[in-house]
């Protein structure tokens, strides 16, 4: 007997299945209904139902029978399972010298970027606290028993699988954090740190004011890019890691400002 269920690919895959449809249509431009659905075996209203998520998170403007890319989807969010693929060598870098930060018995918190997480997956299972919002990065410290987990809880944002709000606000306010590390969607010498979503802007802005130490971890793919809420000026960090191609006079306009620029190859 066959050990196979004809179920299990759709019952798995779903975020996969998002992924590849977004691999496509940055290949192609444009997706068919019939199409992916044959490819990924599902019915197609399962795959009308992936469409209209992707059109609602502003990535996609559906067609007669498909679908293709917004082309104002710079103004959005990427959802986790996407930007996890984005400029993955520069974020590798970038997290392999901010664990060199980080040192035994501090206390850290972490955004929910993918950055972030890419840092947990590589952090070694040592004595530290790590206070989070974001439930990837959680999950992925569950096995790391040495390291005490505070994750606030309130409302999930299912993109990017973290809980913001007001209740995760007043809860980041009971705690004191020496290093915050963290990501933007994009940054600006003169408009500094932005995010498209007001309510992680929020969140972040708490956690600012109990850390110590502010430390950006951004690749150089996010310069000049904003986004519609600011949350940080520049010359608030202490520490900036990013990757080698940030034109110099910004690093030097950086400097000026106070800010140790971290350069990684």
Partial sequence: MSSKNPRRQDALSAAQRKLETLRILEAEGTVRVSGLSRRFNVT?????????????????????????????????ESPAVQRETQNIEEKKAIVEHALLLIQPGDVIALDASTTCLHLVKQLPN?????????????NELVPKTEINVI?????????????TGIHAEKMVESY???????????FDLSRGLTEPSEAHVQLKKKIIE????????????????????????????NRFITDDQLPEEAIHELEEMGVEVIVVD
Avoid: W
């Avoid at 399962?46 to 103004?75: C, M, S």
């Avoid at 994750?151 to 809980?163: E, F, P, Q, T, V």
């Avoid at 109990?210 to 960090?237: A, N, P, Q, Y």
């Fill in 44 to 76: 197609e209203e399962t795959i009308r139902r992936d469409l209209e998520r992707l059109e609602l998170e502003g990535i996609v403007v559906r067609t007669h029978g498909g679908a293709v890319f917004n082309r104002n989807r710079e103004q959005y």
């Fill in 126 to 138: 040592r004595p530290l606290t790590v206070l989070t919002y974001s439930l990837a990065i959680a």
């Fill in 151 to 163: 994750l606030i809880g309130g409302y999930l944002d299912r993109d990017s699988m973290a809980n």
């Fill in 176 to 186: 004191h954090v020496d290093k915050f590390l963290f990501s933007c969607h994009g």
């Fill in 210 to 237: 109990i850390s110590d130490e502010l430390i950006l971890l951004t690749d150089s793919s996010k310069f000049r890019r904003k986004s519609l809420v600011r949350f940080l000026g520049m010359e608030d960090l």
